[in-house]
């Protein structure tokens, strides 16, 4: 068998009892190349169908992933244990995930401007409101901020 099939498979049980750490003795007779490679394959199977367009309530994070297809949490769990215990530098993976450093502050930069000009918004309302208005329009707000907060959660 391929000894790169052989590390996926290991991979794969390592990922359904990430608590485990006998499976560190198996990983580490492979070659420490090869390990953050086939993990960052496994990153990229994920990230190649993930879209998460739909907004989330920020309780509902981990459903909302999950229903989206997107990386399993159990797969960063056993990238940090093998991080943790020498196996490769994050340095050796950060090439496989994505978005890129570009996209991130791209998209940050879009969510900060929205969400400040938001604010604004609704800050000079309730400056300009009577008692009742700033009622429902804090009500207004607190709707507001939990959609934007899964947004950018998921986004």
Not at 52 to 58: Q, R, V
Not at 70 to 86: D, W
Not at 110 to 138: G, P, V
Not at 147 to 153: F, K, R
Request: aromatic share 10%; net charge negative; glycine share 2%.
């Amino acid at each position: 068998m391929d000894p790169n099939r052989v590390l996926d498979i290991v991979l794969d049980a390592y990922e359904c009892f990430p608590e485990n750490t006998y499976y560190h003795d198996i990983i580490f007779t492979f070659k420490k190349e090869a390990i953050p490679h086939l993990l960052g394959l496994k990153f990229s199977n994920y990230q190649k169908i993930t879209d998460c367009n739909t907004t989330c309530a920020p309780t509902d994070i981990l459903k909302c992933l999950e229903e989206k297809g997107m990386t399993p949490i159990s797969l960063f769990r056993i990238t940090a244990n093998l991080i943790k215990a020498n196996a490769f530098k994050v340095e050796d993976i950060w090439t496989h995930l994505s978005p890129s450093d570009s996209d991130l502050e791209k998209a940050f930069s879009e969510k900060y401007t929205t969400a400040t000009t938001l604010f604004k918004r609704n800050y000079e309302k309730r400056l300009n409101a009577s008692d009742e208005q700033k009622k429902k329009d804090k009500e207004a707000e607190l709707q507001n901020i939990a959609t934007v907060e899964g947004q950018l959660i998921c986004n």
